[in-house]
């Protein structure tokens, strides 16, 4: 029993060795082993996702949905933002605000708050300090709505 056991040992190192050398000689990819490729593949070069690019926008962009999340990114530029926000639910308060993703720990702007069944629509301007990247982060919302987001000069937009 221990003659068999030592031989298969011997087999499994002479299988290791061959596939160690074939892999160094480049004829078996190291990705095909993932213990062995992990061991002996050159370390990949850092990589950073690349941040989007977002133009500001040139006319109100609108988004919907039926409970709190984030919208897609969109671009804003210096000066002022006007949002408006219809709300059809019928218990929850509704609550949303602009959030830069250029400076994530930056305060919200623009908060928007309807509280329904007296209120259905809400409105908030502010003023974008710096151009950059935005979304609606909607915090609360228990029912369909829809929010506007629109600078002055925009095609269509207030002004």
Known sequence: ??????????????????????????????????????????????????????????????????RPGQTEAFGLREGLVIVHAIYDGTVEPFTASLQSLDNPQADPVAPVTIIPPLDRQGAATAQIASSGSYVVNVERAEGEWAVTIAQPGDAGGAG
């Open 1 to 66: 029993m221990l003659r068999m056991q030592t031989a298969l040992l011997a087999l499994a190192l002479l299988a290791l060795g061959v596939v160690i050398i074939l892999m160094v000689a480049g004829a078996v990819p190291a990705e095909r082993s993932s213990v062995l490729g992990a061991l002996l593949a050159e370390p990949a070069a850092a990589t950073s996702a690349p941040t989007p690019t977002v133009t500001p926008i040139d006319s109100p962009v609108s988004f919907d949905g039926l």
